[in-house]
């Protein structure tokens, strides 16, 4: 069974910083597609970048691209999120998603593995 677990969040200022990461276990991760996803309260969880394990081509939301970048280390099994220039808008849960399979996607329901979440808080 795969687990996924996120740290790294945190309160920071406008302008700021962020390394997200998202240990993963119980899995063959290299034929799997993992993401990141935000939900801010009262909103819809909304994708945040995905990476292939195997090939890593990246895909991105066009209010985090230029900002966010999304990596792998395949040697610790973990995936990060580093996050600058860190606006308001940010502010949220961050989840670690994964799905099997080689098709980067952004629909929530194509994951089926879910990490706790860790928030973001980003204050102007």
């Known amino acids: 069974q795969v687990q996924l677990v996120e740290s790294g969040g945190g309160w920071v200022q406008a302008g700021d910083s962020l390394r997200l990461s998202c240990a993963a276990s119980?899995?063959?991760?290299?034929?799997?597609?993992m993401a990141w996803f935000r939900q801010a309260p009262g909103k819809e969880r909304e994708f945040v970048a995905a990476?292939?394990?195997?090939?890593?081509?990246?895909s991105y939301a066009d209010s985090v691209k230029g900002r966010f970048t999304i990596s792998r280390d395949n040697a610790k099994n973990t995936v990060y999120l580093q996050m600058n220039n860190l606006k308001p808008e940010d502010t949220a849960v961050y989840y670690c998603?994964?799905?099997?399979?080689?098709?980067?996607?952004?629909?929530?329901?194509?994951?089926?593995?879910w990490g706790q979440g860790t928030q973001v808080t980003v204050s102007s």
């Open positions: 119980g899995g063959t991760f290299s034929s799997y597609i």
């Open positions: 990476i292939s394990w195997s090939r890593g081509l990246t």
């Open positions: 998603a994964a799905r099997p399979g080689y098709r980067l996607s952004t629909v929530v329901s194509d994951y089926g593995a």
